[in-house]
């Protein structure tokens, strides 16, 4: 489709629209398919802020955050509520870009720490050239489309460029260089000699990570992600003069080149199997032999025996107490990796010859190398000293393999946990040759029976260390809702995922309008399933606000003093209300289909005079809504209206001198008393208006006949006046406003109509929830409960032939030696994003899950666990800080992994609301111990 032309601008800058808002939506959207179906590595893409994106979007009609802008609903019986949106001013990035920026070194660069779709956006060079042309403003951040992932390539946009510093070496000044982390050295050196007016074949680049001396970066085609440099490192810059370096820095006198003697601290030299001699952290290859003598090995012998390493004299430094280096937002990595490699059963593995075992034929590994980065890694951990590592080689390996986690922004380290735990199984899988295998049904064969067959089935093909001791077997029970056909497999697992209580269910408060006017509107709290659906509130509410029979509730959400949409289908998901949201329910006859539901909304005469406001700004109170019966015209409405607005009548009715004939006289008022049929006057200068109760409400019809408007447009609030004698077709939605003058406020108290509360007020429960505590048990009860699958998640019924609904229960039947809980603390949807602070109590010894396995013998193991790591989380979405627990299983003793900084930590300490991932083992059952019982302190191995 050929795209309008837009050149015919406003001259000297200035910002013109040569399209009409539905227009530039259909041309962006456009452009970005056209974008996206041809992506290869090296396209432009231009960062621009997302409050001004945002703006564009609300400008052209599209769907956003209906929290922050007006609500756009996809309902064919929703109303729109969106009021017209001016066009946005100039492109704005300053909320974006750092101020003070060396744009002579490169691009701009952005604030660290931005999110994608929160802080900004990303757009095609094309839209962004059209964007430009009609809005004009920046400044301009465009970015390079690069590859990244060795196994599953993917496209990524690289928002921020490798920042390098640079010392020179002669005067030790510094610059910033910034390249992408595709860039080649021979590209580094290039952008160096330039920045300093040197001859590349004068100078030398040196990684210079922490101000030492690692290795020459050579000239040549190597990426400057496969040489390991970080964001934000040093590197160093020497020139040669005269033909010679300078002295000191790695040649003689001659110009000979000598051997780089590292700075760092010394540590002891320890030779172990797969490889690497450790002197100063460092390996080299990887086919030594395990030297059985060595402080290390007989440490981890001493280990798996509980033998208490403090009494052998020879062992007066330990390993496993290194900190790892924070290389840029990775507290994530390091907090994973420290549960990982003081996990008993894994230390032992990868500190012996493990090569035979490494897969590199596997498609779906990593060929190897990232269980020899794993085990290089943990052996550099485990040597003696407390030296912080760079996890540099791991970081980098991990980027190539899981480009998800490359760059330098926060992650989650369950979802690396993952990664890693799935990875390293499939380096390190036995089967080379995976036969295929169809599985069967259960066909009502006993429980145990079908297990075994299944665990069988998943060790054919799958067999390593990672399922030797990370995987357990659970039953999973499917139940179709229609033909109660029952499909029981069982199915492997590497962790379990447990909810919080308070993520299973929610409370929420909507109030009820009863469309009849007997009853003042009243809120009601009720609780329903997070995952639940519309009639399940519905249900609730009925049963709250006492129902009958004869009635239904009819749902709706009310935004900006007018109904948003009605919550119909009564299985709309409940994940669609937020916290935030005015939920209302209208109690309505259920035989309201064959009636003609009236809808009211409120308009402020007096504030409209006094400030001089327009259409859809006199929009106040909350909409009611009700019905009409019978005869269907303007009187109908009348008694609708009236009827509707009777539980909000003053019981005491004070006249005002505009309702004696629009005279003043004097000071006197009156008051109608309704509970009886008697005149109450109140006496004072001047004449007195005193009347009965028919009078009133014949003045009540009179005044609110003539201030009754049919609504002709939602959107600008177009009305034309109700007339009695006004026809209004039967069966119809029918939209009226209610003009209100001092008359009746002085008749109507509409305090009840102003205020509707929240659905969940979140500030409170978030101070609720700190305070209370759950129990790791009730956790776990919330993750076995049987519940419904979702309906995007359908189950195929054998016996239907259909997609069914079913019903999904779990339970525990096979437990690993290593159980790894990750507590669900994180919520997503697509527009509310939360972390839970919930304490969660779980034990330190004795975890006795014994009847929560379902298989009778347990395989003849024990079922009671010991802590001894803890993934710890701190503060909230978009940023927090990640650090580690872990226990030293032969000293005992607990402590705190914060990164580089490794300090001791009291037991009684570990519990704090951070928890996030919790690392148990299994407990040894000693000789004459029965099952469901321990022996403190002994890992199954």
Wanted: hydrophobic content about 35%.
């Amino acid at each position: 489709m050929t795209i309008p032309d837009s050149g015919n601008m406003m001259e000297n800058g200035a910002i013109g629209i040569p399209f009409s808002p539905e227009e530039e939506k259909r041309i962006v959207t456009e452009l970005t398919n056209k974008a996206e179906s041809n992506l290869k590595e090296g396209n432009l893409y231009y960062v621009i802020s997302n409050r001004w994106f945002t703006s564009w979007q609300k400008y052209t009609g599209q769907d956003v955050d209906p929290h922050l802008f007006d609500k756009h609903s996809t309902d064919s019986q929703s109303l729109i509520l969106s009021k017209t949106v001016d066009k946005p001013g100039p492109i704005d990035n300053s909320d974006i870009v750092l101020n003070g920026n060396d744009t002579k070194c490169g691009d701009l660069e952005l604030r660290r720490a931005l999110q994608e779709g929160c802080d900004y956006v990303l757009v095609p060079r094309l839209v962004w050239e059209k964007l430009f042309d009609w809005y004009k403003g920046g400044p301009t951040l465009p970015r390079k489309l690069i590859s990244q992932g060795d196994v599953n390539k993917q496209f990524n946009v690289e928002v921020y460029p490798l920042c390098l510093k640079l010392i020179d070496s002669r005067d030790n000044s510094q610059s910033i260089i910034r390249l992408s982390k595709k860039a080649s050295l021979l590209e580094l050196y290039e952008s160096v000699c330039a920045l300093r007016g040197i001859e590349p074949d004068k100078a030398r680049i040196w990684d210079y990570f922490n101000k030492q001396k690692h290795e020459i970066l050579e000239d040549s085609n190597k990426t400057l992600e496969k040489s390991e440099l970080q964001m934000d490192q040093d590197i160093l810059l020497e020139v040669q003069v005269d033909g010679f370096w300078p002295s000191g820095f790695g040649m003689d006198s001659t110009g000979n080149e000598l051997a780089l003697v590292s700075i760092e601290p010394s540590r002891s030299s320890v030779t172990i199997a797969g490889g690497p001699t450790l002197s100063n952290g460092h390996s080299t290859s990887y086919g030594s032999s395990f030297y059985q003598g060595s402080t290390l090995s007989s440490g981890i012998a001493d280990m798996e025996d509980g033998y208490d390493i403090s009494r052998t004299a020879a062992k007066a430094e330990r390993g496993g107490l290194a900190g790892l280096q924070n290389l840029g937002n990775t507290c994530f990595m390091n907090s994973a990796i420290q549960c990982l490699v003081h996990t008993p059963p894994l230390v032992k593995y990868f500190l012996q010859d493990y090569t035979d075992e490494i897969n590199r034929q596997n498609p779906l590994g990593l060929h190897g190398e990232l269980a020899l980065a794993f085990g290089e890694l943990l052996r550099k951990l485990w040597s003696s000293g407390r030296t912080a590592i760079a996890p540099r080689a791991f970081k980098g390996k991990l980027a190539r393999f899981a480009p998800q986690f490359s760059g330098f922004n926060q992650h989650d380290s369950q979802e690396l946990l993952a990664f890693l735990l799935d990875g390293l199984h499939e380096d390190l899988n036995r089967v080379k040759q995976k036969p295929y295998i169809e599985t069967n049904d259960s066909d009502g064969r006993p429980d145990e029976e079908v297990a075994e067959e299944c665990w069988r089935y998943h060790k054919a093909r799958n067999d390593s260390i990672i399922v030797d001791v990370c995987q357990g077997q659970y039953k999973s029970t499917l139940v179709c809702p229609i033909c109660n056909k029952i499909s029981i497999t069982f199915d492997p697992f590497m962790y379990l995922s447990l909810p919080l209580p308070s993520t299973v269910t929610r409370t929420m408060t909507v109030t009820v309008f009863y469309s009849n006017g007997s009853v003042l509107p009243m809120p009601y709290t009720v609780t329903v399933q997070k995952n639940g659906f519309c009639k399940d509130l519905g249900q609730a509410l009925g049963t709250a606000c006492c129902l009958r029979s004869d009635e239904s509730l009819l749902l709706a959400e009310v935004y900006d003093h007018r109904i948003y949409r009605y919550l119909v289908s009564p299985l709309e998901q409940l994940s669609i209300i937020k916290d935030d949201d005015h939920i209302v329910a209208y109690r309505l006859p259920k035989s309201q289909a064959e009636l003609t539901r009236l809808e009211i909304c409120h308009r402020d005469l007096e504030k409209c005079s006094s400030d001089n406001l327009k259409g859809s700004e006199k929009i106040f109170l909350t909409p009611l809504v009700t019905y009409l019966e019978n005869s269907q015209t303007g009187a109908d409405i009348d008694l609708a209206v009236s009827r509707v607005l009777s539980p909000l009548r003053r019981k005491t009715y004070f006249s005002s001198s505009k309702l004696n004939g629009g005279k003043e006289n004097g000071s006197a008022s009156e008051a109608i008393d309704e509970s009886t049929d008697s005149c109450v006057t109140h006496s004072g200068p001047g004449n007195q208006l005193m009347m009965d109760n028919a009078e009133q409400e014949e003045i009540s019809f009179r005044e609110l006949t003539f201030q009754l408007c049919f609504i002709t447009d939602d959107r600008e609030l177009n009305c034309r006046p109700i007339s009695k004698d006004s026809l209004v077709k039967p069966g119809q939605l029918v939209k009226v406003v209610l003009d209100w003058t001092y008359k009746e406020h002085e008749l109507y108290d509409a305090s009840y109509l102003k205020d509707l509360p929240v659905v969940h007020k979140t500030g409170l429960t978030v101070k609720k929830t700190r305070q209370e505590a759950v129990s790791l048990f009730s956790c776990l009860d919330a993750f076995l409960q049987e519940e419904p699958l979702g309906l995007d998640d359908m189950w195929y019924c054998p016996g239907c032939k259909e997609h069914r609904q079913a019903t999904k229960k779990l339970d525990l039947w096979r437990l690993p030696d290593i159980l790894v809980f990750h507590l669900k603390r994180f919520s997503y949807s697509r527009y509310l994003k939360n972390k839970l602070d919930t304490f969660v109590n779980f034990p330190i010894h004795n975890l006795d899950l014994s009847k929560y396995v379902k298989c009778k013998d347990a395989f003849g193991q024990s079922l009671v666990y010991e802590l001894y790591a803890i993934s710890n989380h701190y503060g909230g979405l978009g940023g927090g800080h990640y650090s580690a627990y872990a226990k030293l299983i032969d000293e005992n003793r607990w402590y705190h992994f914060d990164d580089a900084h490794v300090s001791p930590v009291g037991e009684a300490d570990i519990k704090t609301s951070a928890a996030y991932v919790l690392f148990y083992k299994r407990v040894k059952v000693e000789p004459n111990v029965g099952l469901g019982e321990s022996s403190r302190g002994q890992v199954n191995s």
